[in-house]
């Protein structure tokens, strides 16, 4: 075996000791000097892939297809079939959870971006695409490196954040349909090797991605309830606005190639042998073009923990007449024969899902020869840990992280600080930067090695054990904070207190942490800066109004360029522009069950989510300061009034309180197409440094109650601009997608009266005329 000479790569202020590259051959079927597969017409590319699949499924006996409908798929030798993995994960690079991909070769580490909720905090949708972009480059190197067992990779995480104690909130964009659904298409277009704008991608995929968890599964493990027994009880018109239409786009615009059914129940049904949401909804409505995925033993959870079947067998039948066509697990590889045998399955419900199976991997090449000659066949391993991807960490990570307090402009402190005091768990701890789902970054500084780096005179103290902090050592750190010039404290939570099957039982800091904070504060010379870790939202109200604590700023997990974008935040050298992603909610919100799935507020019930929560916020959905103060204006709206009234034939319908509405689907593409317009917003930077600037643009009816949001995102943008400097955005509104809402029983309509365009304090009126 060949492998070329080390390489080093410099970045920033880092060094990396990069990977052997191996000449190894990836596993591949259709050997074009194999002259025993090579005449199969499943090995001709010039055929339809559906037809190449069916060729290639009619030739199995009944025990290969069964083999084949488990994420992990033997070869099968006799037809010059490699053995498959399905499962491997790249949710925020990389990863080595899943079996597909180990790390265990000359490959050692993947580029690691930032856990999700703090990518989705930019709220910049091209760099979400371009994370997903170097995602599937990696990926494919890998592969072409023969150190991959599978290409199809179980992400994106597109669930709501509904519940801010939710252990795997961490992994979703957040809490707002319209940014998770973009998040979805972004990310998904860039891994699979699409274009920005979508619609380039024909056949091959760089990668496969996966919506997942189809649907309503926001609730691992809280107080004694956990995700496998749990039936979410979602009205029809949460599901219509909250909880469907990201999985919506991610397969009608994102084109993802997978799709992962959840372990939860919806209204009493497993959601992978719900029928009406595989087939009808997905396949059907959507036109998914695609595999459907079981969540790793869900059909075995429903069998054994929901007792949803009598027998095994009729588990079986459930999920592959619902849609489902893959296994993680191996609950099939036991009663699927069986299951035929008894005469309960026909063995046709089990070649469709084998049709659906191996076109996926003949649109990711592995049928079509040697990958070197094909599309992303020259992918080497110089994509892996490139400078290019890491520097797109570190700008991932300082675009995400979020100012929230900067009292009398604390911040940034001066790089002329003589002494610096840096105090707290997750100060020094370069596994909790990452989050979960992580692989091994190809690099990684700590917040302190960062700080370290701007103040030669940096004495650092933990504070606590471990982040819970149920023991510490309060009096050394007061000692050191008593004697440095300014004081970092680096806070709050990691996957000890939020995970994959353990969701939070509060909102507040763990253990002696708030005893720890609030002391240094009062011992240090001036006013402390707080920085948090944090997947979910945490109550610091008591920070917030703590005048000895002057800056605080939200991380959430950033990555292997965390610490080196904190750094570069704290002493000016990048001016913070992340806007939360989620509702930060007070500590009494722990009192609304997290069994409750109700969005929209009642009489006992504030609601969930900026869109319908009527409550006090520590800081509200899209809160985020900078060094610099913009400000907002409409400068141009196309549109003042919205005619429906245009057609004799239109149904008009009255609401219970007598407004006027047509429905969304009634009206069409063609008149909804045409009541697109545009609307033009100067952005100005009064500050003294130059930032980028995330521009959210809301939407609200005129009226309120009967189950309407308080308001709504319906467009952001970015904007950088220069101190002092004026510069202006464009977005699209399609009044039947923006200016639409959900009915009780799910429906969408647009009511008449007027709405209003708000962004920052401005607003425009826009009125609806039925």
């Not at 994960?89 to 990863?95: D, M, N, P, T």
Request: hydrophobic share 35%; proline share 6%.
């Amino acid at each position: 075996m060949k492998f070329q000479d080390l390489c080093f790569v410099s970045l920033t202020s880092f060094t990396l000791l990069f990977i052997y590259v191996a000449s190894t051959q990836p596993p591949f079927s259709c050997d074009s000097l194999d002259p025993s597969t090579n005449s199969y017409p499943f090995c001709q590319t010039t055929l339809p892939i559906i037809q190449r699949a069916r060729d290639l499924v009619s030739r199995l006996t009944l025990d290969e297809k069964i083999t084949q409908l488990l994420n992990t798929a033997p070869a099968i030798p006799r037809l010059g079939i490699p053995a498959y993995e399905w499962w491997s994960e790249a949710l925020h690079g990389v990863s080595n959870v899943g079996p597909g991909i180990k790390f265990g070769g000359t490959i050692k580490a993947a580029t690691s971006f930032p856990q999700v909720i703090l990518t989705a905090a930019s709220f910049d949708a091209y760099q979400w695409y371009r994370i997903g972009q170097a995602i599937g480059r990696e990926a494919r190197a890998i592969y072409n490196a023969g150190e991959a067992n599978g290409m199809t990779f179980w992400a994106p995480n597109i669930n709501i954040f509904r519940d801010p104690r939710w252990g795997r909130g961490q992994e979703t964009p957040g809490e707002d349909p319209h940014v998770t659904g973009k998040y979805a298409v972004s990310y998904v277009r860039g891994v699979q090797g699409d274009t920005f704008q979508g619609g380039k991608l024909i056949g091959h995929l760089q990668a496969s991605a996966c919506c997942k968890h189809f649907t309503a599964y926001d609730l691992d493990n809280w107080k004694g309830v956990n995700r496998f027994v749990f039936d979410a009880r979602v009205t029809l018109q949460d599901l219509a606005d909250t909880y469907q239409p990201p999985f919506k786009r991610c397969v009608k615009d994102g084109r993802a190639s997978g799709i992962m059914c959840a372990y939860n129940r919806v209204n009493g049904v497993p959601s992978c042998a719900d029928q009406n949401l595989l087939s009808k909804t997905a396949r059907g409505e959507w036109d998914f073009k695609g595999y459907i995925a079981s969540d790793c033993d869900a059909v075995d959870v429903m069998y054994n923990d929901q007792r949803y079947t009598k027998a095994p067998e009729d588990a079986v039948v459930d999920v592959l007449r619902a849609g489902m066509d893959l296994n993680c697990g191996s609950f099939l590889q036991k009663y699927t024969k069986s299951a035929i045998l008894q005469k309960k399955l026909p063995e046709s419900i089990i070649d469709r899902a084998l049709h659906n199976l191996f076109a996926i991997r003949m649109r990711l090449g592995l049928f079509n020869g040697n990958p070197v000659n094909n599309p992303f066949g020259n992918i080497g391993t110089d994509h892996i840990c490139s400078p290019e991807h890491q520097i797109l960490a570190l700008e991932a990570a300082r675009n995400g992280i979020v100012l929230l307090k900067n009292d009398a402009k604390l911040l940034p402190l001066p790089k002329a600080a003589m002494s610096l005091a840096v105090i707290g768990p997750n100060a020094n701890s370069p596994q909790t930067l990452l989050g979960n789902y992580a692989g091994p970054p190809c690099t990684s500084v700590t917040p302190l090695q960062a700080l370290q780096g701007y103040v030669k005179n940096t004495v650092y103290h933990p504070g606590c054990d471990t982040v819970s902090c149920s023991t510490g050592a309060i009096d050394k750190a007061l000692d050191i904070a008593k004697q440095a010039d300014f004081v970092v404290l680096v806070m709050g939570l990691d996957q000890t207190q939020e995970r994959e099957e353990l969701d939070r039982v509060d909102l507040l800091l763990p253990g002696r942490q708030q005893e720890l904070i609030t002391c240094v504060a009062k011992s240090a010379k001036r006013p402390v800066v707080l920085v948090l870790l944090s997947g979910g939202p945490i109550d610091i109200s008591f920070a917030k109004d703590d005048p000895k604590i002057g800056g605080i700023l939200w991380a959430g997990y950033p990555g292997q360029g965390g610490g080196t974008a904190l750094a570069e935040i704290i002493f000016g050298d990048h001016n913070p522009g992340g806007r939360l992603p989620v509702t930060w909610y007070p500590q009494d919100y722990t009192k609304v069950p997290m069994t409750d799935m109700r969005m929209r507020p009642e009489s006992d019930y504030p609601g969930r989510t900026y869109r319908f929560y009527e409550g006090d916020t520590v800081f509200e959905f899209g809160y985020g300061l900078s060094y610099s103060k913009y400000s907002y204006s409409f400068t141009r709206v196309s549109q003042k009034n919205i005619y429906l009234n245009h057609s004799s034939s239109l149904h008009t319908t009255r609401t219970s309180n007598s407004i006027r509405y047509n429905l969304v689907s009634e009206l069409g593409m063609e008149v909804c197409d045409q009541k697109k317009f545009t609307v033009s917003v100067g952005v100005k930077n009064h500050g003294e440094m130059a930032g980028k600037h995330p521009v959210l643009l809301f939407a609200r009816q005129g009226s309120r109650g009967d189950g309407r949001p308080k308001k709504q995102l319906i467009g952001f943008q970015s904007v950088i601009l220069s101190a002092g400097e004026m510069g202006g955005i464009e977005f699209e509104v399609r009044p039947c997608e923006h200016l639409s809402r959900a009915n009780e029983y799910g429906l969408m309509v647009m009511e008449e009266g007027r709405h209003f365009l708000v962004v920052g304090d401005d607003e425009h009126s826009v009125t609806i005329i039925v």
